[in-house]
């Protein structure tokens, strides 16, 4: 069993440093994310507008995975390496990419200030529950309050403590999308901002 526990503990620190080594910084000190676009037919959603426009689900899904092992505040770059996107492309794409990101962030403190809320409204329904448990003398249905108002009680803690720093942690990612620097390279390397 301890032999399997340092298999364990050698196994997540090997993970943890192979992950820091294979993330690249640009010389600003952001974490760079590179993408290959061989095709950019599929870039933006095909449901955006013009004005408004969005990258699309696939697109998001890569950014969010490549930059998935990194703390969520952390300044990043969007390398894309290909031949097939021209400069009024680059412009929407960047846009897309913020456009997508804010609609993110908007949702997600939206969703805090609605946790923040239920959290304030079980806890005070818990303690009000505490409250009448007291007066009643029934031994049954004494029980009955007091797990009820337990319950309350659990359901504020978990979504405060364990909900809250999810949506947080979310939303920083988001702020780093938002703000992330994208620069476009041929793929034969050419660096073009």
């Known amino acids: 069993m301890r032999k399997n526990r340092i298999s364990l503990s050698k196994s997540r ?44 689900s696939d697109v998001a899904e890569f950014i969010e995975s490549s930059s998935h092992s990194l703390r969520p505040g952390q300044s990043l770059t969007l390398r894309i390496h290909s031949d097939c996107i021209d400069d009024g492309e680059r412009q929407d794409y960047r846009e897309g990419i913020q456009e997508y990101y804010s609609e993110k962030y908007i949702a997600a403190k939206r969703e805090l200030r609605f946790n923040l809320f239920a959290v304030i409204m079980l806890a005070l329904a818990g303690i009000a529950t505490l409250i009448l448990a007291f007066g009643v003398d029934n031994n049954i249905w004494s029980e009955v309050i ?48």
């Open 146 to 193: 007091d797990i009820a108002a337990w319950v309350f009680l659990w359901e504020s803690v978990d979504i405060g403590v364990f909900k809250l720093r999810e949506i947080n942690a979310n939303r920083r990612r988001y702020l780093s999308y938002i703000s992330m620097k994208v620069e476009y390279l041929p793929l034969s390397g050419e660096k073009k901002t």
């Open 13 to 56: 620190k090997a993970a943890y440093k192979d992950a820091k080594r294979r993330t690249e910084y640009d010389a600003d000190g952001r974490a760079v994310i590179n993408m290959t676009v061989r095709d950019d037919s599929d870039f933006l959603s095909v449901y955006s507008e013009r004005e408004t426009p969005f990258i699309s």
